[in-house]
């Protein structure tokens, strides 16, 4: 009975034939995915290389072995000059290089398109609007976030953001004569991390105050741009990453990444901030504050925001403000700080348009001693011109966008079915000759007499549902700051070149400059007190 029991139980196999089993299912299992891949996935058909419809390690070597990384963007626009405008891009995802498409696939509502799985989970924020996989869901959620970007409260920031311009100004201030230059994209960020902040949380978190904080604020931001592409292949990581209790990410991670662990306190510190409010929601300071908040055009907080939503309870959870938080705080960083240093460098870069946005700022502001109103500033042509301009030539989302359509998609003579992920990205229209002809080079003049086209295209903060609702709010601090700094500092580039420094060559959803770069940097030769109230 025993004996009959263990020949039942294990197969009576050699250690040659243990091994050729071992080594032979996952061999068959690859071979099988593989000729499933290449002829009978429903992608099949559409073109590309082979490699790239075989294996997603393709991707992977690209984006994260080769060279500095992040290099597929590169890639895949080599397979476009090859293949043609649609592309199988990996398994699973078709790329688009055609900008006539971009109605179809970042279509506005009632068209209803799913985010891409491991594309909204890639910052492990799938409770935030930027990471919710679902059209209907993703539209309820940002409704709620709604009201904190209305144009009535957005413009209601200007006390606020002019505050934290005074500190941005400091912070020039003390440069000025000095060998020494600013290093442009750790100051903005200091500057626009703290006016988002102020903003969503109704609290100072003084970056601009201590530049300690503020460069290894800008430290974790680098890391989680390096991170980047490997989240990309790897999605589920951040998510798991971050459900580790607080001792053991201090412990592992600070010693493997250090930058990284400063990120991770700031989810636990968001975390504490969102329970904080769901716990005294029903006490009496929770109620005063409901109230004061009523009478706001602004809500206090955006946790306020989503609170007088009609979103249900469970999407009021800790968890869930935690992750809107960090939503709103991580997208309107980055992208307003990056885009403040580029413009001015593009300024510095172009003397005779620096001036001429000088001389209109100042021409409108007369005799007072303060910054024209924000409107105002908006309505200047070359002011606007070199802030699109600036806009259209830092394409600041590099990657691609993938999309999910329930219907299948008709492209020319192709049908995507259903289901399937679909992409494009946003440099392909922007530094699009045949759109912006010589689309490399910032002239601004170009928007004076922009074609139906140009104005179309031009889509910076995307298209469709997915677009950034932060648009006002990136358009008011960037005016005010930019037209603050450019006419009251005489200012110089240092040591900063197009090719290392400013053009994009590593694809971390953002662009990022090469690694060697030490940043967009000025001196300040100059402080003509101009602004200065007190
Ligand atoms: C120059 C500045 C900015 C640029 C170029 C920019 C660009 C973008 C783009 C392209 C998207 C869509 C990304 C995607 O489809 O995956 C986006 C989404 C978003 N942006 Fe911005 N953004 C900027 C500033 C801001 C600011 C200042 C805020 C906050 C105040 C903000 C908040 C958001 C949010 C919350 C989303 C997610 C929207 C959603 O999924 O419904 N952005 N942004």
Request: with cysteine; aromatic share 10%.
């Amino acid at each position: 009975m025993e004996q009959l029991k263990t020949r039942l139980t294990e197969p009576n196999l050699s250690t040659e034939q243990k091994l050729l089993v071992l080594i032979g299912l996952p061999v068959l299992y690859v071979v099988g995915l593989t000729v499933y891949r290449l002829y009978f996935h429903p992608l099949a058909r559409f073109p590309g290389p082979k490699l790239a419809a075989a294996t997603k390690w393709y991707e992977f070597y690209h984006d994260i072995i080769k060279g500095q990384g992040g290099q597929y963007f590169v890639r895949v626009s080599e397979m476009h000059d090859k293949y043609g405008p649609i592309v199988r891009v990996n398994p699973d995802e078709i790329h688009i290089r055609d900008p006539s498409f971009l109605d179809t696939l970042y279509a506005t509502n009632p068209t209803k398109r799913d985010k891409y799985p491991p594309s909204a989970e890639m910052a492990g924020l799938t409770y935030g609007t930027h990471g919710t996989v679902d059209h209907d869901m993703h539209r309820r959620r940002r409704m709620a976030n709604s009201r904190m970007f209305s144009k009535r409260a957005v413009a209601s920031a200007q006390e606020l953001i002019h505050g934290h311009i005074k500190e941005l100004t400091e912070a020039f201030e003390r440069k000025v004569g000095s060998p020494e230059p600013v290093e442009m994209q750790t100051t903005f960020l200091a500057y626009t991390t703290d006016v988002i902040y102020h903003y969503m949380f109704n609290k100072d978190v003084g970056f601009q105050k201590d530049w300690n904080k503020a460069q290894s604020w800008r430290h974790s931001m680098e890391a989680v741009a390096q991170a980047t592409p490997f989240c990309k292949q790897f999605p589920w990581l951040n998510g798991k990453l971050l459900m580790l209790p607080e001792w053991i990410l201090k412990v592992i991670v600070a010693k493997l990444q250090p930058d990284i662990a400063g990120l991770l306190a700031t989810h636990k510190l968001m975390g504490r901030i969102a329970a904080e409010y769901v716990a005294h929601r029903s006490t009496d300071k929770g109620k005063r504050e409901s109230e004061e908040d009523e009478k706001n055009i602004k809500p206090l907080t955006i946790f306020h925001s989503i609170d007088r939503s009609a979103l249900p309870n469970e999407e009021k959870t800790a968890l869930r403000l935690m992750q809107e938080g960090l939503t709103v705080l991580f997208a309107g960083g980055e992208t307003g700080s990056r885009l403040l240093a580029h413009t001015i460098y593009h300024l510095l870069d172009n003397p005779e348009i620096l001036e001429k946005v000088r001389k209109e700022i100042l021409e409108a502001a007369g005799d007072s001693k303060e910054l024209p109103d924000v409107k105002v500033l908006e309505s200047l042509p070359w002011l606007a011109a070199s802030v699109r301009e600036s806009l259209r030539l830092r394409a600041t989302t590099t990657s691609r966008l993938p999309l999910v359509s329930k219907k299948e998609l008709i492209y020319k003579d192709w049908v995507i079915p259903a289901g399937t992920p679909v992409s494009m990205s946003h440099p392909d229209i922007l530094h699009n000759d045949e759109i912006y002809p010589e689309a490399l080079k910032f002239k601004p003049e170009r928007w004076f007499n922009a074609t139906e086209q140009q104005n179309k295209m031009f889509i910076p903060f995307g298209k469709g549902t997915r677009m950034c609702i932060g648009v006002d709010f990136a358009y008011i601090e960037l005016y005010m700051s930019l037209s603050t700094l450019i006419t009251r500092f005489d200012l110089e580039l240092y040591d900063t070149t197009w090719e290392r420094d400013v053009a994009y060559t590593r694809d971390c959803f953002l662009g990022e400059a090469s690694r060697d770069s030490p940043g967009i940097r000025v001196k300040v030769l100059a402080d003509n007190k101009r602004w200065v109230s007190d």
